[in-house]
């Protein structure tokens, strides 16, 4: 049985730091990607990272903030959330795809598993 479980997520102020992780269990995946839903807006990309020569995307509003990472031994990947800013209060999930071949990774439709997310909350 396939699982994303996140953890890391929790309150803090602006212009601090937290670090999410993603445990996989069932599968190996070729993407694994981070997408946050913040209420009443669409679920957006934030960044994602390749299993296969670790290449990574950002989202233009994330880029130089936040910092995506990987340890293939454990299935996990992280995120590393610098610099945070209230409009970076979201619910933060984790997303999986199967396959490695080339897709547009900011839609949500290509990945196949998501977990349940975690919230991350900035104060001003």
């Known amino acids: 049985q396939v699982q994303l479980v996140e953890s890391g997520g929790g309150l803090v102020q602006a212009g601090g730091s937290l670090r999410l992780s993603c445990a996989a269990s069932?599968?190996?995946?070729?993407?694994m990607g981070w997408f946050r839903q913040a209420p009443g807006k669409e679920r957006e990309f934030v960044t994602a990272?390749?299993?296969?020569?670790?290449?990574?995307y950002y989202a233009d509003s994330v880029t130089g903030r936040f910092t995506i990472s990987r340890d293939i031994a454990k299935n996990t990947v992280y995120l590393q959330l610098d610099s945070l800013k209230p409009e970076d209060t979201a619910v933060y999930l984790c997303?999986?795809?199967?396959?490695?071949?080339?897709?547009?990774?900011?839609?949500?439709?290509?990945?196949?598993?998501w977990g349940q997310g975690t919230q991350v909350t900035v104060s001003s």
């Open positions: 997303a999986a795809r199967l396959a490695g071949t080339r897709v547009a990774i900011t839609r949500t439709r290509n990945y196949d598993y």
């Open positions: 990272i390749r299993s296969s020569g670790g290449s990574t």
């Open positions: 069932g599968r190996t995946f070729s993407i």
